[in-house]
């Protein structure tokens, strides 16, 4: 039997519809190690398809436009050292919503909002 999905992807990822797809992807692989997978562009240019790989998982995601406007997101992401993904973050351009701290349950966790309107929290398991 075939497999339903293609090899290496979970069976959910976020989808994300974006006010600068371009500027995310960027985010996406200067702050979080991501690694584009593949990209479909409209007619005019504009992004209507795109993926990233994050650890082990693709974000999929969308330049908005009058059929499909952008929406606000917040996307929840474990990494290896919260404090240095904070930093990295901010370098690549985000803005703090939060920095890292440690919360009531096991993580320290810190948020972000990126130039294409996702705020992104990054958490690493203190225990």
Same mark, same amino acid.
């Given at each position: &039997?075939?497999?339903?999905?293609? !090899?290496?992807?979970?069976? $959910?990822?976020?989808? *994300?519809?974006?006010?600068?797809?371009?500027?995310?992807?960027?985010? *996406?692989? #200067? !702050? *979080? #190690?991501?690694?584009?997978?593949?990209?479909?562009?409209?007619? #005019?240019?504009?992004?209507?398809?795109?993926? $990233? /790989?994050?650890?082990?998982?693709?974000? &999929? *995601?969308?330049?908005?436009?009058?059929?499909?406007?952008?929406?606000?997101?917040?996307?929840?992401?474990?990494? /290896?050292? $919260? #404090?240095?993904?904070?930093?990295?973050?901010? !370098?690549?351009?985000?803005?703090?919503?939060?920095?890292?701290?440690?919360?009531?349950?096991?993580?320290?966790?810190?948020?972000?909002?990126? !130039?294409?309107?996702?705020?992104?929290?990054?958490?690493?398991?203190?225990?």
């Amino acid at each position: &039997m075939k497999d339903w999905k293609p !090899a290496g992807y979970t069976s $959910v990822a976020p989808y *994300l519809v974006v006010s600068d797809a371009t500027a995310t992807i960027k985010f *996406l692989v #200067d !702050a *979080l #190690d991501g690694t584009q997978l593949r990209t479909v562009l409209r007619p #005019d240019g504009t992004i209507m398809h795109a993926e $990233v /790989r994050i650890d082990d998982t693709v974000v &999929m *995601l969308a330049q908005g436009n009058d059929q499909w406007p952008p929406a606000p997101s917040s996307v929840h992401i474990y990494v /290896r050292d $919260v #404090d240095a993904s904070y930093a990295r973050a901010l !370098a690549a351009g985000a803005t703090s919503i939060m920095p890292p701290a440690r919360q009531d349950d096991p993580d320290k966790r810190g948020g972000v909002k990126d !130039a294409g309107g996702t705020s992104w929290w990054l958490a690493t398991q203190a225990v």
